[in-house]
Antibody, heavy 123, light 107 residues
Framework: QVQLQESGPGLVKPSETLSLTCTVS????????WSWIRQPAGKGLEWIGR???????NYNPSLKSRVTMSVDTSKNQFSLKLSSVTAADTAVYYC?????????????????WGQGTMVTVSS | DIQMTQSPSSLSASVGDRVTITCRAS??????LAWYQQKPGKAPKLLLY???RLESGVPSRFSGSGSGTDYTLTISSLQPEDFATYYC?????????FGQGTKVEIK
């Protein structure tokens, strides 16, 4: 079955760029949307954005100016870059697959998630 | 952005109880709603989509209903493994947004 695994630094300095990669195993990355979602400790979930395997993206307007997503289909990976980070960006970051329903239509729910990776912004 | 408001924010219930959680959207979302279950230290798990469609493998004691701006998640008979936090999420309008969560605790 498809599994997702986030990787990247667990500590980022303020004003620097957070970089994470999600590796897809057990299946192809093709023909799906792939999302990033984050969750500060003890708080709710925030969708950051998504990327299709063609490279097409949608970003959360509140983060759009700082977010860049990319995909590498040859490695079955997709990535997140978040620039100019502050302490408010400290959170568990999840990668997730956008769900396809029984008609194979993509809907904006998430059926497969990575385990999450904690990223702390601190000097 | 569409704002999603869940109620209650927490509840205490006993095994076997019927539990209902409500989610209200700031505008109509045409059943473009998903529900998730999250246990401590784990990623959320998709329970339902399209407001009432059960994801494969999810027990039938979970059900969803609603229309327009108001939606509910019902657990017909609470089981020990159901104690968790539940989130609703709209996918009617990019960007997707989540409710603040409802924590279901043991009474």
């Amino acid at each position: 079955q498809v599994q997702l695994q986030e990787s990247g630094p667990g500590l980022v300095k303020p004003s620097e760029t957070l970089s994470l990669t999600c590796t897809v195993s057990g299946g192809s990355i093709s023909s799906y949307y792939w999302s990033w979602i984050r969750q500060p400790a003890g708080k709710g979930l925030e969708w950051i954005g998504r990327i299709y395997t063609s490279g097409s993206t949608n970003y959360n307007p509140s983060l759009k100016s700082r977010v860049t997503m990319s995909v590498d289909t040859s490695k079955n990976q997709f990535s997140l870059k978040l620039s100019s980070v502050t302490a408010a960006d400290t959170a568990v970051y999840y990668c997730a697959r956008d769900f396809k329903d029984v008609e194979m239509a993509t809907i904006g729910a998430f059926d497969i998630w990575g385990q999450g990776t904690m990223v702390t912004v601190s000097s | 952005d569409i704002q999603m408001t869940q109620s209650p924010s927490s509840l205490s219930a006993s095994v076997g109880d019927r539990v209902t959680i409500t989610c209200r959207a700031s505008q109509g979302i045409s059943n473009s709603l998903a529900w998730y279950q999250q246990k401590p230290g784990k990623a959320p798990k998709l329970l339902l989509y399209a407001a009432s469609r059960l994801e494969s493998g999810v027990p039938s004691r979970f059900s969803g209903s609603g229309s327009g701006t108001d939606y509910t998640l019902t657990i017909s008979s609470l089981q020990p493994e159901d104690f968790a936090t539940y989130y609703c999420q709209q996918y009617y309008s990019t960007s997707w947004t989540f409710g603040q969560g409802t924590k279901v605790e043991i009474k």
